[in-house]
């Protein structure tokens, strides 16, 4: 078996919000519509409600997930099993937002699995094409305001709460479970996040989606709304920082979730065993058969060993947690 795979792309349709244009650009392919504005790299995870939308499929059409359970050792290593299982613990995504994306924010680990989920869902961001991210709360508000805002649809009382925050290419962002965030428009990004689909939706107005019925994951908002933050988050530079080069380029805070390398190749460079989604944001590479350029994407397995990547660019390689 190959130590690394190509990835064709992998964007579901008909999502709530428009985009695709950046992610057929930077690929180099077509544009296949403007409401697909996600492409779910070697993504084990199916769409929320679903059981087969999202999944990747490998160039042999075998599902990523199926291959993954018939040799976990081999894609993810004895330590990963050892610690998290048969899990990738980890979904990357580009996504194109093409408009402003809906006010929103995540469950953590414990309200998921109260609620019968596998797990949560931390994220963090890599930026391709800057903007302005809403991120946090500027102060503290009572989960009854949020409540009555989000019941209203009161979009400008709901924006009002959180910080605008400006970002470059290059800068990451972490985005914690029950963060109130909205993705500006025009933003175009890699995302990292834990293998979910869940999403708990105060803004709804303008997008084909019906929030109350389908915006809080089955549980009803007021519900809902207990796994969103109340608490301001005036700090931001804990989670928001530019991005750098080498081994952990994240806010510390995205530790427990997931894990971000961004590296230089000049001539060469070897990659660490280890699953992980390899990204190239620029230049001709060679990795064993596969020739790489920017917008390539592609899966590592654990077992191939080190791989090496001979040319010249730069690339993103997305990893789960640390065993």
């Known amino acids: 078996m190959s130590a690394i795979v190509r990835l064709e792309a992998n964007q579901p349709p008909d999502r709530p919000y428009r985009g695709g244009a950046r992610i057929a650009e930077f690929r180099g392919r077509p544009t296949v519509g403007d409401r697909v504005p996600e492409d779910w790299l070697a993504s084990t995870t199916p769409l929320f409600g679903t059981d087969r939308a999202g999944l990747s499929a490998l160039p042999n059409g075998q599902l990523l997930a199926a291959a993954i359970e018939a040799d976990p050792t081999y894609w993810l290593g004895p330590e990963h099993l050892a610690a998290f299982g048969a899990d990738p ?3 990357t995504k580009l996504l194109d937002a093409g408009e402003r994306l809906f006010v929103h924010a995540h469950p953590d680990d414990a309200f998921a699995t109260r609620h019968h989920f596998a797990n949560g869902k931390a994220e963090a961001w890599f930026v391709l094409t800057g903007g302005t991210v809403h991120l946090g709360l500027r102060e503290p508000v ?18 009002g709460l959180l910080n605008p925050v400006p970002v470059q ?14 993705i500006g428009a025009g933003i175009f990004l890699v995302e990292l996040q834990q293998p979910a689909d869940l999403s708990i939706l105060l803004e709804w107005q303008g997008y084909p989606i019906d929030g109350l019925a389908d915006g809080n994951l089955g549980l009803g908002l007021p519900a809902a709304l207990e796994a969103v933050e109340t608490d301001a988050r005036s700090e931001l530079s804990e989670l928001v920082r530019p991005g750098g080069f080498g081994s952990s380029i994240l806010p510390p805070v995205m530790d427990p979730y997931v894990r971000l390398e961004r590296r230089s190749v000049i001539d060469r460079f070897e990659l660490e065993p280890g699953f992980g989604v390899l990204v190239v944001l620029s230049g001709e590479l060679q990795a064993e058969e596969l020739r ?23 690339v993103l390689l997305a990893r789960p947690p640390k065993p």
């Open 89 to 91: 613990r980890l979904l």
């Open 292 to 314: 790489l350029s920017r917008g390539s994407t592609a899966v590592v397995a654990h077992g191939a060993g080190p791989v090496p990547l001979l040319g010249r660019g730069e």
């Open 169 to 182: 290419p290059g800068d990451v962002v972490a985005v914690p479970p029950g963060v109130l965030h909205a």
């Open 142 to 159: 009572q989960r009854s305001e949020l409540l009555a805002l989000a019941l209203e649809q009161d979009i400008a009382g709901l924006l």
